[in-house]
């Protein structure tokens, strides 16, 4: 069965390095999200993704994050200058349509910034 | 802005129980979810509803879109259903999820 994957599973940085968070989505889907999960709080919405740019945003995705879809298969999270309180559980999903809009979760990666 | 509201926020249950999770939300959805977030992290899908009932082997979840209320039941409990179950909704203006605080449920056997 088709999954979401993402690498790595966890990242340990240093406050102020940047950090790459790479996602490869189910190959036939076309809209791409990621999400956060600071420990203990619930899952919140940063960014999706369609058609090569953000379709959407919230709050939290500031300047200091960006979103790319480098080639035909893989869909990252960049942010730049790590802060401590980026360190989170990072969800990246996938989904087929817009109208069906069930979407597919990866296994996290969790981001520790020291 | 949309509220999602969990209760309870913390259940135990004895092996065999039937259990129900509820979910409220304030304004007008395209579709509800329940997710399955296990101790690794790691997030399911369980059910997508707009409306209705819909039944995934012991799983049951059901909407009232007029109350903006879902339930999502579990029969015949198992240690193995142990887990977040979170509740999330999509607008009917954009494509991002919504999350509920999530309900952490442990069965006991």
């Known amino acids: 069965e088709p999954e979401v994957t993402q690498t790595p599973s966890h990242q340990v940085t240093q406050m102020g390095q940047e950090v790459i968070l790479r996602c490869v989505p189910i190959?036939?889907?076309?809209?791409f999200y990621w999400y956060r999960q600071i420990l203990g709080q619930k899952v919140e919405f940063l960014v999706s993704f369609y058609n090569n740019e953000i379709s959407e945003k919230s709050e939290i995705f500031d300047d200091q994050f960006s979103v790319e879809r480098p080639d035909g298969s893989n869909f990252t999270l960049k942010i730049r200058s790590t802060k401590l309180e980026d360190s989170a559980m990072y969800f990246c999903a996938s989904s087929g349509d817009w109208s069906y809009n069930e979407q597919f979760f990866g296994p996290g990666t969790r981001l520790t910034v020291l | 802005k949309n509220e999602v509201e969990q209760s309870p926020q913390n259940l135990t249950a004895q092996e065999g129980e039937f259990i129900t999770i509820n979910c409220s939300y304030s304004v007008g959805i395209s579709a509800l979810h329940w997710l399955q977030q296990h101790p690794g992290g790691g997030i399911v899908s369980l059910f997508m509803l707009s409306s209705g009932k819909k039944k995934h082997g012991r799983l049951i979840a059901t909407i009232n879109i007029q109350e903006k209320h879902s339930s999502l039941h579990i029969t015949a409990s198992h240690p193995r259903d142990s887990a977040v179950y979170i509740c999330a909704v999509s607008l009917d203006t954009g494509n991002q999820f919504y999350f509920g605080t999530g309900t952490s449920l442990t069965v006991i056997p």
């Open positions: 190959s036939n889907h076309l809209y």
